[in-house]
Every structure is written in C-alpha cells, then in structure tokens.
C-alpha cells in the first residue's frame, strides 16, 4: 500500500477526518463537502448508513466524531499529484477524498476527485509492482471494451508513476449525488452483461481462454489450497470442466470479475460499473451474475453455506446453472489462491470454507 505522507503534504492544508470500521478499513474525507466526499463511502450495515447520513451535519460535533472515533487531520495533495490531477481533468482546482484500501496483499488507496461538487474521476495509488501492473492491466481492458462499443464504464485517462515511486491509474466517472446503488439484482444488471457478451463474444479454442488460464493455476498448486477446504473436491471438479470443454471451441465474452453493488451505481436507467481490475475477455458468460449473487449472500444477508445452498434448491434459485456456479467458485478459489501466493491464513482463509462446501453440492 502507497505511504500516506506519499502523496499528502501534512503541513497545512484543510481539515480532514479520518474514520474505519470493524473491517479495518479506513477513510478520509474533507469537513468541507463532505457530502459529496461521501460519495466514496458505500457501507452496507445500519450503522455505517447513519454515518453517512448524519456526519455531514454533525461532523463540528466532539461527541459525534468521538463516537465513530474520526481523528482530525489537515492535509493537502502534494504539488506533483495536484498538478498531474488537474491536468488530467482540465481543472484548476479539486478536492478529494480518500479509501485507503480492503486490508489485503492487494490493498492501494482510492481517491475521489471533484471540483465544485461535481465528482471528476477517481485515481488508484500503490507502491507496489504488482499492482502496478494491475493498474496497466486494467486500463488496457477498459481501452478494449471502449473500442469494442461497450457502454456504461469509466474511460482510462492517465497511467503512470510518480517521481516518488508511486504507481497511479485515473479513470473517468458518471457519478452524481443523485446515483444510486442498487443492492438487488435487476434488469438493469442482465442489459449490462448482455451488451458485454454481446460486443466481445470471441470463439477461440478453451486452452487459449483466460478461465483456462486460471483454472490451470489452481490446478498447477493445489498445495497452496488452505485447509479449510476440501482439495479432493477441488481436483474433481477442475477434471468435471475440463472434461466438458478441452479440445473444444468455445463462445466467451468479456467478463468483470468483482461484479457487486459497491462496484457499480444507477443514474436512471443506465448502470455504470468500474473497477475492472480483476476483468478477463474470454470467460464463460454468466459468471459475474454469480459473484453478485454470492458477495451479497455473505456480506449483505450474512449467509452461510447452508442458507446459499438452500436457495439455490428454492424456487428463488431456478435461475442458477450448478455447472455455471460451479465454473465461479473453481474461478474465485483460484484468484485469491493465487493472490496470496500460497500463503493463504487469517482473515484470507475464511471465505474458502464456504466456497468449499457449496461447491461440493454443486458438482
């Protein structure tokens, strides 16, 4: 993760606050416009809902800030970050607001721009080579998406490294105060995906898919598998994939990766989604549907593998595909293995439990 004092000049500067939560993570925002700094704060429980509701108003408060623990700090952009900002965006001035990262071997900061209360775009910051090369990754996906005539997505504006050794990426937006994040699933949801199988639809033999490429990870270091997780269950159903599809030509698309609410929002009737780190352009289509459903099942509802797999045998969940959800979870299991680089503990080995055990009910 990117050093604050990096890219924030503690001298001076406006006032700030800085706040977390149970997770670990953290945030900095200004005291003046906050609302719209806010923006960058997309909480899923009641308490974290208050607080963005009621800290515009109540932030001069001691007892407020004291209550969700904000520590006071005055701050301002460094000058070489400022200036590259402003001409990215064609601005004079901007204000912003920070997300220091999820706590993670991935963690970077995300910063909010905006000018006049108008949100401007959104830059990542890390120190790190190998989110560097996320970063490059993923302004190289956006760029083909674009040219591919898909809608609804931020535009790739700068990717680069500042003198310091910081890696940056900047994006554009359509977020207002007005957008909303919509928490259950939609039309709105289904036309975005269809126009992105639509629009990148490729055939091309399954050995030469991106979901091959990462099926084969997995398969390549079943050792760095946690042991919470049944690897016999894992092997069985990579072979249940390849099986059904090696030495075939397959039909797939681009595809996300993190498709959940906190990465998207509505204006009308458009959705726009972004962060497209973790993005593939040949994967089977449907499988972020699957990602949506399963991130909000565990975060949102607070369910357990047995609650998952209960709905998926309910009339609610005749829309899932066992062998499509299947293909999912192998795809998750083998993205944060190989994140963690066979060093999966802690807080990181949980989730696979769960992973684990609905999978088992799904091959």
């Not at 999820?102 to 910051?125: A, E, F």
């Not at 310091?164 to 977020?175: A, Y």
Request: hydrophobic share 40%; net charge positive; with cysteine.
């Amino acid at each position: 993760m990117t050093r604050l004092d990096r890219i924030l000049d503690f001298c001076g500067g406006k006032r700030f606050y800085r706040f977390g939560n149970a997770d670990g993570k953290y945030w900095i925002v200004p005291a003046r416009g906050m609302r719209t700094a806010l923006n960058l704060y997309q909480p899923s429980g009641i308490k974290g809902k208050m607080v963005k509701k009621l800290l515009p108003c109540l932030h001069w408060a001691a007892p407020v800030r004291k209550t969700i623990k904000a520590q006071t700090i005055n701050c301002r952009l460094n000058s070489e970050l400022h200036n590259l900002l402003c001409k990215v965006f064609g601005v004079q001035k901007l204000e912003f607001a920070i997300f220091e990262g999820t706590p993670s071997v991935h963690q970077k900061i995300t910063m909010q721009l905006s000018c006049n209360d108008r949100i401007l775009g959104y830059c990542k910051l890390s120190d790190s080579k190998e989110i560097k090369e996320l970063f490059e990754k993923e302004s190289d996906t956006l760029e083909r998406l674009y040219n591919s005539g898909v809608t609804g997505i931020p535009k790739a504006l700068y990717c680069g490294t500042l003198t310091c050794g910081t890696h940056i990426f900047v994006q554009s937006t359509k977020k207002r105060a007005s957008s909303a994040v919509i928490h259950e699933w939609s039309a709105l949801h289904d036309d975005f995906l269809l126009q992105m199988q639509e629009k990148t639809t490729t055939a091309l033999p399954f050995e030469e898919s991106d979901y091959y490429t990462t099926l084969s990870a997995l398969e390549q270091h079943p050792e760095w598998l946690p042991q919470n997780i049944d690897r016999n269950i894992v092997a069985k159903s990579i072979v249940a994939v390849k099986d059904m599809y090696c030495g075939k030509e397959v039909e797939f698309c681009a595809h996300h990766g993190d498709f959940t609410p906190w990465n998207m929002f509505a204006n009308g009737k458009e959705l726009f989604v972004f962060d497209f780190e973790y993005a593939a352009m040949s994967y089977p289509a449907g499988i972020d549907r699957y990602h949506f459903f399963t991130q909000t099942a565990v975060f949102e509802k607070h369910w357990g593998a047995d609650e998952i797999i209960a709905y998926t045998e309910s009339d609610g969940g005749q829309w899932i595909d066992r062998r499509l959800y299947a293909m999912y979870l192998l795809d998750i299991v083998s993205r944060f293995t190989m994140r963690e680089g066979g060093k999966v503990t802690g807080d990181a080995a949980k989730p696979f439990a769960l992973w684990g055990k609905v999978l088992k009910r799904m091959i």
